[in-house]
Nanobody, 124 residues
Framework: QAHLVESGGGLVQAGGSLRLSCAASGRTFSRYAMAWFRQAPGKEREFVVG????????NSADSVKGRFTISRDNAKNTLYLQMNSLKPEDTAVYYC?????????????????WGQGTQVTVSS
């Protein structure tokens, strides 16, 4: 099993940056593909960016390409999301998720574990 805890959210002005972290418990972090999802008020949860269990492959939603970067440190059991050039439409609760797969997917249904979420608010 894995327990995921996000941190790093907050309030930032448009154009600013934030770095989210997701700490995973257990010794099997490297067996999971990881991803960040987000959910804005009144909207469905959406895929943001994912990374393979080795860290060698990433995929992201078109809306964040060139602005958001996902990375992982398997030695520290930690997932990161560097968010640059933030926009008001990036405002949402951000969740990390783990899937027992080699590659991340946009399908939220295949993820086995979820964090509790961290709020990101971007002011205009």
């Amino acid at each position: 099993q894995a327990h995921l805890v996000e941190s790093g959210g907050g309030l930032v002005q448009a154009g600013g940056s934030l770095r989210l972290s997701c700490a995973a418990s257990g010794r099997t972090f490297s067996r999971y593909a990881m991803a960040w999802f987000r959910q804005a008020p009144g909207k469905e949860r959406e895929f943001v960016v994912g990374i393979s269990r080795s860290g060698g492959s990433t995929n992201s939603a078109d809306s964040v390409k060139g602005r958001f970067t996902i990375s992982r440190d398997n030695a520290k059991n930690t997932l990161y999301l560097q968010m640059n050039s933030l926009k008001p439409e990036d405002t949402a609760v951000y969740y990390c998720a783990a899937a027992a797969l080699p590659l991340a997917t946009m399908n939220s249904g295949v993820y086995d574990y979820w964090g509790q979420g961290t709020q990101v608010t971007v002011s205009s």
